[in-house]
């Protein structure tokens, strides 16, 4: 399973857009970018998935660049309840095979 | 909104005790996942069932963890001689076989004193 890198935290102001990249330079030919986000005690709820250039839906928006070697998921004007650690994972047959997670992104939105 | 239900949502046992953990699915997926998340780290993948069978097993699951889908719907973890690096969030997944994301309950928070 091809490794991500991803920054342990981020800060941003309310009401600003939020861009967190994903790096993933061993990605397959086969493999997928999914998103998953997650506030404490609970468990990670799916945000969004991807192969290639741009998918968006309802809460945010995930870009794969041409050479699919990155991803950057875009969450517009956050709020405080944002606020979570959120995991790019990559994998073949989504949702087919067991997840692997990093260590995620720390997300805070600050009044 | 039938979610992905865990019981109990926070257990606390002593060293030695043995705790059993419960999870029902949502109700039409057929596939069940167990991972395990300590503090600061994401979750990791302990095993996984296709309606009753068992289909993968990771190392992380010793000797003393044995997981169940008797009928194919609701799994049990267990885990036995509990020791204090067993503490940990223990959260169920599932999906439906055909590349649905997996959708997560709000797990069991172990203690060990």
């Known amino acids: 399973l091809a490794k991500t890198t991803q920054p342990i935290s981020m800060d941003s102001y309310e009401g600003q857009e939020v861009n967190i990249t994903c790096s993933h330079n061993n990605i397959a030919t086969n493999d997928y970018i999914t998103w998953y986000q997650q506030f404490p005690s609970q468990g990670p709820r799916f945000i969004i998935q991807g192969y290639k250039t741009k998918v968006t839906n309802e809460v945010a928006s995930l870009f794969i660049p041409a050479d699919r070697k990155s991803s950057t998921l875009s969450l517009p004007r956050v709020s405080l309840s944002d606020t979570a650690v959120y995991y790019c994972?990559?994998?073949?047959?989504?949702?087919?095979?067991?997840?692997?997670f990093g260590k995620g992104t720390r997300l805070s939105v600050i009044a | 909104d039938t979610g992905v239900s865990q019981d109990p949502r926070h257990k606390i046992t002593k060293r030695g005790q043995n705790v059993t953990f419960r999870c029902d699915p949502i109700?039409?997926?057929?596939?069940l996942y167990w991972y395990r998340q300590t503090l600061g780290q994401g979750p990791e993948f302990l095993t996984y069932?296709?309606?009753?069978?068992?289909?993968?097993k990771s190392r992380l699951l010793s000797d003393r963890f044995s997981a169940e889908r008797p009928k194919g719907s609701f799994s049990t973890l267990e885990i036995q001689r509990t020791e204090q690096g067993d503490s940990a969030m223990y959260l169920c997944a599932s999906n439906q076989q055909g590349g649905q994301p997996q959708h997560f309950g709000d797990g069991t928070r172990l203690s060990i004193l």
């Open positions: 109700s039409e997926h057929n596939r």
């Open positions: 069932f296709q309606n009753e069978a068992q289909l993968e």
């Open positions: 994972l990559v994998g073949d047959s989504p949702g087919n095979t067991p997840l692997v």
